[in-house]
């Protein structure tokens, strides 16, 4: 029933406004701003009574659980773990693989190896597939002494 009476006065809202805005181009509005105001106020209040429906019919362990916060990261802490990340896979890293392996989301994953590789603390290569992978040189394994040699 909330949520049937929410709908209803989203849509009185939505109403609302039309009105004001057709009063509005016709020229003939006297108080657009309260009518508007008014319009946003019932749309508002509307949708407030529908999450408030649909939250009711959750599970309490759900419905009252607290919402988990993810800690912020410093931006040296981010950086860390990605080179760590970069490090136990030889030096050369995907974004999903820094991704899976820390606490970033893959946009941010995506954003922190673009600024390094402005940095220049690390190239990108693409493969033909058109992934991108980021090698940093200095942790790369170094050859050994014969192989160096011969080269």
């Given at each position: ?12 809202g ?10 509005l181009?016709q020229?003939?509005?006297e ?9 946003a ?6 949708l ?7 939250r009711?019919?959750?599970?309490p362990?759900?419905?009252?659980a607290?919402?988990a916060v ?6 040296r ?9 970069a490090?136990e896979h ?5 974004i ?6 820390s606490q970033?989301s ?8 673009e600024g ?11 493969t ?18 014969p192989?160096a040699?011969?080269s």
């Amino acid at each position: 029933m909330k949520s049937i009476i929410g709908w209803a006065l989203a849509a009185f809202g939505v109403f609302g406004i039309g009105l004001e805005l057709d009063k509005l181009i016709q020229g003939t509005a006297e108080h657009t701003i309260a009518g508007f105001i008014l319009g946003a106020v019932f749309i508002l209040g509307g949708l407030a009574l529908v999450r408030s429906s649909r939250r009711a019919k959750l599970p309490p362990e759900l419905r009252d659980a607290p919402v988990a916060v993810r800690p912020s990261l410093d931006s040296r802490d981010v950086e860390r773990a990605v080179l760590t990340c970069a490090k136990e896979h030889g030096g050369r890293v995907t974004i999903a693989e820094v991704a899976a392996s820390s606490q970033l989301s893959f946009t941010e994953a995506k954003e922190v190896l673009e600024g390094l590789s402005r940095a220049g603390a690390c190239t990108v290569d693409v493969t033909e597939n058109g992934a991108f992978i980021y090698e940093f040189s200095g942790l790369m394994p170094r050859e050994t002494a014969p192989a160096a040699l011969k080269s």
